[in-house]
């Protein structure tokens, strides 16, 4: 088993940046790629991001492309998304997921989710 936490969220000004964490612990061996989700109020759940274990593939969303930056610290067992240029429209609560692998459509799985961390975007 697999425990995640994102870290790192808070209230930021448009056009701010914000950088987030995911932490893993547990069993390392469950902890193949991971991908970034978000929730925001009256939307559905969106894929955003995600990255393999090597960090060989990255995938991300056409509504973050160019904007988000997702990368690993593979020996602290740490994904990391770095948010800049922010809009009002980024305001949600950010997950980050376990997966197999992360293809060019974003994870082949869903395994374990972490409890999320907010991010809120206003002036």
């Known amino acids: 088993d697999v425990q995640l936490q994102a870290f790192g969220g808070g209230l930021v000004q448009p056009g701010g940046s914000l950088r987030l964490s995911c932490e893993a612990s547990?069993?390392?061996?469950?902890?193949?790629?991971i991908g970034w989700f978000r929730q925001a109020p009256g939307k559905e759940r969106e894929e955003i991001s995600c990255?393999?274990?090597?960090?060989?593939?990255?995938y991300y969303a056409d509504s973050v492309k160019g904007r988000f930056t997702i990368s690993r610290d593979s020996a602290k067992n740490t994904v990391f998304l770095q948010l800049n240029s922010l809009k009002p429209e980024d305001t949600a609560i950010y997950y980050c997921?376990?997966?197999?692998?992360?293809?060019?459509?974003?994870?082949?799985?869903?395994?374990?989710w972490g409890q999320g961390t907010l991010v809120t975007v206003s002036s």
């Open positions: 997921v376990t997966g197999i692998r992360c293809y060019d459509y974003g994870l082949g799985s869903q395994d374990y």
């Open positions: 547990g069993s390392t061996s469950d902890y193949y790629a």
């Open positions: 990255i393999n274990r090597s960090g060989g593939n990255t």
